[in-house]
């Protein structure tokens, strides 16, 4: 697995319940290593990695910040279920799609959908320069 993602990974399996103030369940870790797993496995490395959070309800949060695009994705633990949501900062446009992680055709999706736009940001900022 990448280090930036083992890393993230490693402190989210030491949360526990309550932990946030008090409140806050737990991710189930078995389903959380799995998560991570199947998104490793075919992470492109011209991707950056995501940061990742908890979410009060024992699922995980998604967040990647690409040019001048912010994406963010929770995914729900028990289903591998998430919905995408892509902004562009400067116009304010925005791009929704959903995926089940638990489908490598969903997965090739998610990342071809990051990717492109990943590409797309860095010919506008070529051509604006």
Same mark, same amino acid.
């Given at each position: $697995?990448?280090?930036?993602?083992?890393?993230?990974?490693?402190?989210?399996?030491?949360?526990?319940?309550?932990?946030?103030?008090?409140?806050?369940?737990?991710?189930?870790?078995?389903?959380?290593?799995?998560?991570?797993? $199947?998104?490793?496995?075919?992470?492109?490395? *011209?991707?950056? #990695?995501? +940061? #990742? +959070?908890?979410?009060?309800?024992?699922?995980?949060?998604?967040? &990647?910040?690409?040019?001048?695009?912010?994406?963010? $994705?929770?995914?729900?633990?028990?289903? +591998?279920?998430?919905?995408?949501?892509?902004? &562009? @900062?400067?116009?304010? *446009?925005?791009?929704?799609?959903?995926?089940?992680?638990?489908?490598?055709?969903?997965?090739?999706?998610?990342?071809? $959908?990051?990717?492109?736009? *990943?590409? +797309?940001?860095? @010919?506008?900022?070529?051509?604006?320069?």
């Amino acid at each position: $697995m990448k280090p930036e993602l083992q890393a993230q990974l490693d402190k989210l399996l030491e949360l526990r319940d309550g932990w946030l103030d008090g409140e806050g369940r737990a991710p189930n870790k078995r389903r959380l290593k799995r998560l991570f797993r $199947m998104l490793d496995t075919f992470y492109p490395s *011209r991707l950056p #990695v995501p +940061y #990742v +959070y908890p979410t009060p309800d024992g699922n995980v949060r998604f967040e &990647w910040d690409i040019g001048r695009t912010e994406w963010s $994705m929770e995914v729900d633990l028990n289903t +591998y279920r998430g919905r995408l949501t892509g902004l &562009w @900062v400067d116009s304010g *446009r925005d791009v929704e799609a959903e995926f089940n992680l638990a489908l490598h055709s969903d997965r090739v999706r998610l990342f071809s $959908m990051l990717t492109v736009h *990943r590409f +797309y940001e860095k @010919v506008v900022r070529h051509t604006q320069s």
